[in-house]
């Protein structure tokens, strides 16, 4: 039976795994079959690349992949063969993705803060990325804003110019939109 991962931020069909040869597989690795877990492991890089090249900018795809994988091989013998693999795997990848987000975050807190200039640009395009994905979840009217002015490093005289919001109206707007994402990803990390 083929399975789909649906993206939540733009419900876009992900890559396909068949749960019953993971789960097979799985269960083979854990009575020692490494032809099984050498499947199993090369089947889950695709998947995984899959999953996180949706979530997070490309920067950070690889490092997670192999975060994920090697948390699968500290914990595999916590798995209950009862149980399908698939949620399973699921969530340790959703966990690794939220840990990314929430130390992205942090970053991202300082670095798109006007006193606090980027020393390193790679970094900053791998969290100009997550934002635009935390973007999706506030509001338009303050995702555009916070996109010129945070993003597009805009000012707030001419992100008022081009919006037509007074300058005090864009401060809050940008205020309130990322107390938002904030929430959202508090949210996440209380999920998880």
Same mark, same amino acid.
């Given at each position: 039976?083929?399975?789909?991962?649906?993206?939540?931020?733009?419900?876009?069909?992900?890559?396909?795994?068949?749960?019953?040869?993971?789960?097979?597989?799985?269960?083979?690795?854990?009575?020692?079959?490494?032809?099984?877990?050498?499947?199993?492991?090369?089947?889950?890089?695709?998947?995984?690349?899959?999953?996180? %090249?949706? *979530?997070?900018?490309?920067?950070?795809?690889?490092?997670?992949?192999?975060? #994920? /994988?090697?948390? &699968?091989?500290?914990?595999?013998?916590?798995?209950?063969?009862?149980?399908?693999?698939?949620?399973?795997?699921?969530?340790?990848?959703?966990?690794?993705?939220?840990?990314?987000?929430?130390?992205?975050?942090?970053?991202?807190?300082?670095?798109?803060?006007?006193?606090?200039? %980027?020393? *390193?640009?790679?970094?900053?395009?791998?969290?100009?990325?997550?934002?635009? #994905? /935390?973007?999706? &979840?506030?509001?338009?009217?303050?995702?555009?804003?916070?996109?010129?002015?945070?993003?597009?490093?805009?000012?707030?005289?001419?992100?008022?110019?081009?919006?037509?919001?007074?300058?005090?109206?864009?401060?809050?707007?940008?205020?309130?939109?990322?107390?938002?994402?904030?929430?959202?990803?508090?949210?996440?990390?209380?999920?998880?």
């Amino acid at each position: 039976m083929k399975t789909f991962f649906i993206n939540r931020c733009n419900h876009t069909l992900m890559t396909p795994y068949n749960s019953e040869k993971w789960d097979e597989w799985m269960r083979a690795a854990l009575n020692g079959d490494q032809g099984a877990y050498r499947l199993l492991l090369n089947d889950l890089r695709r998947w995984l690349t899959a999953y996180f %090249s949706k *979530r997070i900018h490309q920067n950070a795809v690889e490092d997670l992949v192999q975060d #994920t /994988l090697m948390t &699968l091989h500290g914990k595999r013998q916590t798995f209950d063969p009862k149980y399908p693999f698939g949620p399973w795997i699921g969530a340790i990848a959703r966990h690794r993705w939220i840990d990314h987000m929430r130390a992205t975050l942090k970053y991202v807190e300082v670095e798109i803060d006007e006193e606090f200039p %980027s020393q *390193r640009p790679e970094r900053d395009e791998s969290a100009k990325q997550d934002i635009r #994905t /935390l973007l999706n &979840l506030i509001p338009p009217a303050q995702a555009e804003v916070i996109e010129m002015v945070k993003l597009q490093e805009m000012s707030v005289r001419e992100v008022s110019e081009k919006t037509g919001h007074s300058p005090s109206s864009v401060k809050i707007m940008v205020h309130r939109g990322i107390k938002k994402m904030k929430t959202a990803v508090q949210e996440m990390q209380d999920e998880g």
